[in-house]
C-alpha cells in the first residue's frame, strides 16, 4: 500500500517501520492488536516487562506458583465471552468458581490454566510483541509517529494506540509536546488509581482452605487472600494477598519487607500454616478510582493516535479489552460480535 510506502520512503537504519504500533501487551493493547491484525494491518506491540499481559501476571518462586495481580475474569459481554470460551477449548482459560466464600451466586470466574498469564500468552498468539523495550516519547512527524525507545531505538508508525495507565500516556506526550484539546486534558488529568501492595508468601504446609481457595477480607489491612495451591495453579502451598487502598498508598514509599509481615501478621490465624519465605510486588496502578470515559481516547485523527486502557471501557479485565476493540474501531476496523 502507498501509505506503508511512504513510511518506509521516511525510514533512518535506527528505524523500524509498522502501520500501528500498540504500547502496551496488557489486555487492552492485545485484544487492539488481535483485531487490527485480523483486519489486514500491520501491527508491532511493544511492552516494558518481560513478556504479556500486564496485571494478567503469574510469578514462579521456586516450586510455588502465583497469580499476584487480576485473580479472574469474568465475561458480562458476547465477545469477550467468546474470547474466554476458545481460550478454554485451546487449553488457556478454565472455570474457576461461581463464588467466594463458601456463597455461590451463579457467576462464573474464569482463570489461566497454570496462572493468568497464559490467558494473555493466548491473545498474543500469532502477534508481534517486542518486549523489554520502554517508550521515551512519542512526537508527530511529519504524517506518522516517531516513537523513541530507552534504548535509543525509534519506531516510526501510521497509527499508534497508547494502553498505559492515564498519567503514564499523559507523561509521554507531553515529553514529545503532543498538545490535547482542554477538556480532554482535563478529563484524563482527573484520572486516578488505586494502588496495590501484593504479598506473595510460601507456606510450609497447606492451609486448609476450602475450594475455591479465596476470599474477600472485612476489616484490617488486608482486601483479598488467595491459596494459588487449592486454586491449582501452584505445586506448594502459597499463597497471594492482596493489601487495601488505604494500606498501600500509606505504605507505598515504606520498606516492603516491613510491609509485607505487617499484613502477614495482620491474617497470621487464618493462614493454617507457618510462612517460609515471601516476596512484595507493588501495582502501582493498580485499578481506576472511576472508570467511564468514553470507550477510548482518540487524541489525534491523522495521523491518528488513541489512548486506551482499564480506565475507559471499565476497571475490570473485560474492560480494558473492550477498550483495545474500540480503539481498532477508531482506526477504521468494523465492529464485531456484541
Same mark, same amino acid.
Given at each position: 500500500?502507498?501509505?506503508?510506502?511512504?513510511?518506509?520512503?521516511?525510514?533512518?537504519?535506527?528505524? $523500524? #517501520? @509498522?502501520? +500501528?504500533?500498540?504500547? /502496551?501487551? &496488557?489486555?487492552? !493493547?492485545?485484544? =487492539?492488536?488481535?483485531?487490527?491484525?485480523? %483486519?489486514? $494491518? #500491520? @501491527?508491532? +506491540?511493544?511492552?516494558? /516487562?518481560? &513478556?504479556?499481559? !500486564?496485571?494478567? =501476571?503469574?510469578?514462579?518462586?521456586?516450586? %510455588?506458583?502465583?497469580?499476584?495481580?487480576?485473580?479472574?475474569?469474568?465475561?458480562?459481554?458476547?465477545?469477550?465471552?467468546?474470547?474466554?470460551?476458545?481460550?478454554?477449548?485451546?487449553?488457556?482459560?478454565?472455570?474457576?468458581?461461581?463464588?467466594?466464600?463458601?456463597?455461590?451466586?451463579?457467576?462464573?470466574?474464569?482463570?489461566?490454566?497454570?496462572?493468568?498469564?497464559?490467558?494473555?500468552?493466548?491473545?498474543?498468539?500469532?502477534?508481534?510483541?517486542?518486549?523489554?523495550?520502554?517508550?521515551?516519547?512519542?512526537?508527530?512527524?511529519?504524517?506518522?509517529?516517531?516513537?523513541?525507545?530507552?534504548?535509543?531505538?525509534?519506531?516510526?508508525?501510521?497509527?499508534?494506540?497508547?494502553?498505559?495507565?492515564?498519567?503514564?500516556?499523559?507523561?509521554?506526550?507531553?515529553?514529545?509536546?503532543?498538545?490535547?484539546?482542554?477538556?480532554?486534558?482535563?478529563?484524563?488529568?482527573?484520572?486516578?488509581?488505586?494502588?496495590?501492595?501484593?504479598?506473595?508468601?510460601?507456606?510450609?504446609?497447606?492451609?486448609?482452605?476450602?475450594?475455591?481457595?479465596?476470599?474477600?477480607?472485612?476489616?484490617?489491612?488486608?482486601?483479598?487472600?488467595?491459596?494459588?495451591?487449592?486454586?491449582?495453579?501452584?505445586?506448594?502451598?502459597?499463597?497471594?494477598?492482596?493489601?487495601?487502598?488505604?494500606?498501600?498508598?500509606?505504605?507505598?514509599?515504606?520498606?516492603?519487607?516491613?510491609?509485607?509481615?505487617?499484613?502477614?501478621?495482620?491474617?497470621?490465624?487464618?493462614?493454617?500454616?507457618?510462612?517460609?519465605?515471601?516476596?512484595?510486588?507493588?501495582?502501582?496502578?493498580?485499578?481506576?478510582?472511576?472508570?467511564?470515559?468514553?470507550?477510548?481516547?482518540?487524541?489525534?485523527?491523522?495521523?491518528?493516535?488513541?489512548?486506551?486502557?482499564?480506565?475507559?471501557?471499565?476497571?475490570?479485565?473485560?474492560?480494558?479489552?473492550?477498550?483495545?476493540?474500540?480503539?481498532?474501531?477508531?482506526?477504521?476496523?468494523?465492529?464485531?460480535?456484541?
Amino acid at each position: 500500500m502507498r501509505a506503508n510506502q511512504d513510511l518506509r520512503d521516511m525510514e533512518t537504519p535506527t528505524e $523500524r #517501520t @509498522v502501520d +500501528v504500533l500498540v504500547i /502496551g501487551a &496488557g489486555m487492552a !493493547g492485545l485484544a =487492539a492488536a488481535g483485531a487490527l491484525q485480523e %483486519a489486514g $494491518r #500491520t @501491527v508491532v +506491540v511493544v511492552d516494558k /516487562g518481560r &513478556g504479556v499481559g !500486564g496485571r494478567l =501476571a503469574t510469578r514462579r518462586v521456586g516450586g %510455588a506458583t502465583f497469580d499476584h495481580g487480576a485473580q479472574f475474569v469474568t465475561a458480562r459481554s458476547a465477545r469477550f465471552a467468546e474470547v474466554l470460551e476458545k481460550a478454554r477449548v485451546a487449553g488457556a482459560a478454565r472455570e474457576w468458581c461461581r463464588g467466594f466464600s463458601g456463597q455461590r451466586d451463579g457467576h462464573l470466574r474464569w482463570c489461566g490454566c497454570g496462572g493468568m498469564t497464559a490467558l494473555a500468552r493466548h491473545m498474543a498468539l500469532g502477534l508481534e510483541v517486542v518486549s523489554e523495550k520502554q517508550v521515551r516519547a512519542l512526537r508527530q512527524s511529519g504524517g506518522a509517529w516517531q516513537v523513541a525507545m530507552e534504548d535509543g531505538a525509534h519506531w516510526l508508525a501510521g497509527a499508534v494506540v497508547l494502553t498505559a495507565p492515564v498519567p503514564q500516556a499523559l507523561e509521554l506526550l507531553a515529553r514529545g509536546e503532543v498538545g490535547l484539546l482542554p477538556e480532554m486534558e482535563r478529563r484524563l488529568a482527573a484520572v486516578e488509581y488505586e494502588c496495590c501492595l501484593a504479598v506473595l508468601a510460601v507456606l510450609d504446609g497447606p492451609s486448609g482452605w476450602p475450594m475455591p481457595g479465596a476470599f474477600a477480607v472485612e476489616g484490617g489491612p488486608v482486601a483479598w487472600m488467595a491459596d494459588n495451591q487449592v486454586k491449582g495453579i501452584s505445586a506448594e502451598p502459597a499463597i497471594t494477598l492482596h493489601a487495601t487502598p488505604e494500606f498501600s498508598s500509606a505504605h507505598w514509599d515504606q520498606d516492603r519487607s516491613l510491609s509485607g509481615q505487617r499484613l502477614l501478621d495482620a491474617v497470621r490465624p487464618r493462614l493454617g500454616a507457618g510462612v517460609k519465605n515471601f516476596q512484595v510486588h507493588g501495582w502501582r496502578f493498580s485499578k481506576p478510582m472511576e472508570a467511564g470515559l468514553e470507550a477510548c481516547a482518540v487524541v489525534r485523527r491523522d495521523p491518528c493516535l488513541i489512548l486506551a486502557g482499564d480506565a475507559f471501557a471499565g476497571s475490570r479485565v473485560e474492560g480494558a479489552a473492550l477498550s483495545g476493540w474500540a480503539a481498532a474501531e477508531a482506526l477504521g476496523v468494523a465492529a464485531r460480535g456484541a
